[in-house]
Structure formats: C-alpha cells, structure tokens
C-alpha cells in the first residue's frame, strides 16, 4: 500500500513570498489534515477535511493560509505571503475516517515539506 | 488550560534497558490517547492505541498504560536497543470523539550501545 505522499520535500524562500504544498493521501481515506510542526514542537493541527469539506481549520491564519482539497482526494496547502515564522516542517497526514470507529483515527503521515523563510 | 506534556528532556538510557515516557494532560477527557514515533526528517509513524476503559496495552516490546484519574500515559520500551532512539509523541483526541488529534511536543530518546 502506497504511503502519504508530499511535495516538494523542501523549499527556501524570502519572506513576503508565496508558496504551495501538495499532497496526496492513502487511497480510500476520507480525513486528511495539514500540520506544522516548528522544531522541538508536537505537530499542531492546521486545517482538517472529511472528504472535501473543512472539518477544522480553527487554527489556520486564514489571512495567509487557505488550503483546498479536490475531489475529496490530494490537497493543496499554500502561504501567501509568507512570514519568517513560518519556518517549519509542514506534514500531511490521512486516516480512514470517522466511520471506521476509533482505529478510523489512526493517522498516516507523509514525510513533510521542510519550508524556510529567509 | 488544556495541556499535553512530555518531559522537554531527552532520555538517556544504555541497551537493554527499559525506557519509560511519560504523558500527562490537563483539561482534557479523552475517549484514547495513542503513541507514535518520529525520527529526524521523517513524519510520526502510529505505534499503539489505547482506549480510556483499557488499562495496559502491549505490543511486542511496547507497553503503554494509561491512567484517566491521575491523567497520564506510561510508554514503555524494553531490551532498548540503540534502533529505538527516536521522538516519541503522545497525542489525544480532546473532545472525547473521533478525529481529531492533539499532539504533545514529544520526549527524545537516546539509546546508548
């Protein structure tokens, strides 16, 4: 079974630039979630789908952050414009979903997108 | 405030050892806390889940207990060896439903041959 898979695993830009994150998840999981984790800290969740509706996005800035998936399958994660304290890991992780009980919520990361804002 | 905690600290332990984390949270009232581990570079990878009705949990080398009066999780790792050094992560879901994840900031092991 294929992974979660991101991209592109690292990016360098300048601050009040834009940029975009890609994922796609494993096949047939409904929850996706986008994360960032700052270094030396848990991942902290950004936005949160069930198919392609937003379940959770109370912690996205949403003046600079929006994030879409299509199709209820990959999602896109983009900044725009980006701060220095965006520096962080970006992950994507997938899970069966609610309607598979609790082990629904077992979750799946790819390997994440390393973002550094210069 | 709600919180998750795990000791800041890297554990340092030689092989062969039993390493033991630990998680304790405040203001929450999980249904099931569940453990991952994440190496340099690498995204969390799920290790074991346990529910709020099941005391002890094991897995091969992995024991995790969880503790809903005094709000902790135990994780335990034994015969350590240096393969086990890694960040391990706790995470629970804070609304007691499905979901949605919670993350502690992780406690970095460090198994010494």
């Known amino acids: 079974e294929a992974g979660v898979a991101q991209s592109p695993r690292y990016k360098i830009i300048e601050k009040r630039q834009s940029v975009a994150f890609w994922c796609n998840p494993i096949?047939?999981?409904?929850?996706l979630y986008w994360y960032q984790q700052i270094l030396g800290q848990g991942p902290k969740l950004l936005i949160q789908f069930q198919n392609n509706g937003v379940v959770d996005d109370s912690q996205l800035p949403k003046d600079r952050f929006s994030a879409e998936r299509l199709k209820g399958v990959d999602s896109t994660l983009k900044i725009q414009p980006a701060k220095l304290e965006d520096s962080a890991v970006y992950l994507c992780a997938s899970s069966l979903g609610e309607t598979s009980g609790v082990l629904g919520n077992i979750q799946y990361f790819g390997a994440g997108t390393r973002l550094s804002v210069l | 405030s709600q919180k998750i905690e795990q000791n800041s600290e890297a554990l340092n332990i030689q092989e062969g050892k039993t390493a033991t984390l630990t998680c304790n949270y405040t203001?929450?009232?999980?249904?099931?806390l569940q453990w991952y581990r994440q190496d340099p570079g690498r995204g969390p990878v799920f290790l074991l889940l346990i529910r709020e009705n099941e005391k002890e949990k094991r897995k091969e080398r992995l024991k995790v207990t969880f503790d809903t009066t005094l709000k902790q999780s135990l994780f335990h790792i034994t015969a350590s060896q240096p393969a086990d050094s890694a960040t391990y992560l706790c995470a629970l879901d804070p609304s007691g439903g499905y979901n949605k994840l919670i993350f502690g900031a992780g406690t970095r092991l460090a198994v010494h041959p």
């Open positions: 203001n929450y009232s999980p249904a099931y």
């Open positions: 096949s047939g999981h409904a929850t």
